[in-house]
Nanobody
Framework: VQLQASGGGLVQAGGSLRLSCAAS????????MAWFRQALGKECEFVAG?????????YYADSVKGRFTISRDNAKNTVYLQMNSLRPEDTAVYFC???????????????????WGQGTLVTVSS
């Protein structure tokens, strides 16, 4: 599956952004989706994930829980990341990723994802 992320930009602390990730090439609804981010000089880290199933189970990193919401629209082959109450430490390049492996609350790792979008930069000013 091919992924195209968009929606990044510059926002002040406390503001909001919504990222989108459009998928093409394969049956989108077969994939579990996730967002990762990588700040300058830091490792890539998991942000949020959502299962493919009708229940659309969601998973969040502790650092974004209560502020970010992941969702998906299988009819539009798109996954979203609504980011509210943004902080300067949320500044990073955000990547969407897809996997057919089950997501687990015990840990979601970038190595499990075979398809990645190109990344979209989010900059939060203080």
């Amino acid at each position: 599956v091919q992924l195209q992320a968009s929606g990044g930009g510059l926002v002040q602390a406390g503001g909001s952004l919504r990222l989108s990730c459009a998928a093409s090439g394969r049956t989108f609804s077969n994939y579990h989706m996730a967002w990762f981010r990588q700040a300058l000089g830091k490792e890539c880290e998991f942000v949020a994930g959502i299962s493919w199933s009708g229940g659309k189970t969601t998973y969040y990193a502790d650092s974004v829980k209560g502020r970010f919401t992941i969702s998906r629209d299988n009819a539009k082959n798109t996954v979203y990341l609504q980011m509210n109450s943004l902080r300067p430490e949320d500044t990073a390049v955000y990547f969407c990723a897809a996997t057919t492996l089950p997501l687990k609350r015990s840990g979601i790792h970038k190595e499990h994802f075979g398809s990645w979008g190109q990344g979209t930069l989010v900059t939060v000013s203080s």
